[in-house]
Every structure is written in C-alpha cells, then in structure tokens.
C-alpha cells in the first residue's frame, strides 16, 4: 500500500507541474515558470532547442510582448517508474496581439507536450519536453465587443510580472 500511495503522489506532482507551467506563464511568474523544469531539462518546441534555464529566459520575455495569454493543459497522462516518469498532454494557447493597425489579433494553438519528469532531491521537474503543434488558427479579438457596459465582465490585463491578482500557488 505504501508503494502504491508513493506512485500516485508522483503522478499528481508531476500533473501540478504540468498545470504550473501555464500558471506561471500566463501570470509572467519568471521564478515559478524556472521552477518547473530543471536547469539542464532538454526543451524543443521547433523554434527553440536548449536547456531549461535558456528556455525559460526566451520564452518569457516573448510572452510578456502579448497583450493577453491564455495557456490551458488538459488530459493529462502520467507514468512513474522510480524517480523519472514519462507524461503526455494537449495544450491550447492563446495569445493577443495588437497588429500594425492597432487591431487585436488572436492566435491559438493546439499541441501535444511530451514530456520526461525527474525526481531529484525529493523534488519532482521536467527534464525534458517536446512540443508538437497539431493544429493553429488566427481570428479577431472579440473582447471588447462581447462585454459591453451592460454586460461588464472582469478583464485582466496582465502587461508585467507582479499583477495585484496573482497568487503564487
């Protein structure tokens, strides 16, 4: 029971990073997004191939260039051997742009992750991903246009690290 009990806290420490990882970059969190993968991870999303440290330091900065982000980890599966285990899910990002007429733009992107955990020192991060884009699509930014006065919604407008809302999780 006790090994059992083991797996399954390694599987869900392994889920919380994956769900961490979208956290943190939709909240432009530097430190969190750092703490899900280890220095050395190997990262190859096609634009970039590099270490954890190096890809955290260009993906972040590439993020806060977006008006809004919206990262979304879903069907999340996981498998513990020891201290590595192997996981796979789908993302959805999105990602508003402002174009060269002042119009917003989305950008969303459909992928898998597929990834490599590693245990060390009792701590659980990526030491490897790969993303593979399955599928992307451009359409008008409608936000402005569905909340009208009447029908006002909260809209975060997360520009730089530190937003007031954030809660470090």
Not at 10 to 20: M, N, P, W, Y
Request: glycine content about 8%; hydrophobic content about 35%; proline content about 4%.
């Amino acid at each position: 029971m006790d090994a059992e009990i083991q797996r399954l806290l390694d599987i869900k420490a392994c889920e919380d990073l994956v769900v961490r990882y979208s956290h943190t970059q939709d909240w432009l969190d530097t430190p969190g997004q750092s703490s899900c993968f280890w220095p050395d991870a190997d990262v190859d999303f096609g634009f970039f191939k590099g270490n954890g440290a190096d890809w955290v330091a260009t993906v972040m900065p590439h993020e806060q260039e977006a008006v809004r982000r919206w990262h979304m980890c879903t069907s999340v599966i996981v498998d513990v051997d020891g201290d590595r285990a192997t996981g796979e899910c789908y993302g959805i990002a999105v990602g508003t742009q402002k174009t060269e007429s002042g119009d917003l733009v989305d950008n969303m992107y459909g992928g898998r992750y597929l990834d490599e955990f590693e245990k060390r020192d009792g701590e659980w991060r990526i030491s490897k991903r790969t993303y593979v884009l399955d599928w992307s699509t451009q359409f008008p930014n409608a936000i402005e246009a569905m909340t009208p006065e009447e029908f006002a919604l909260n809209i975060l407008q997360i520009r730089e690290p530190g937003h007031p809302e954030y809660r470090e999780i």
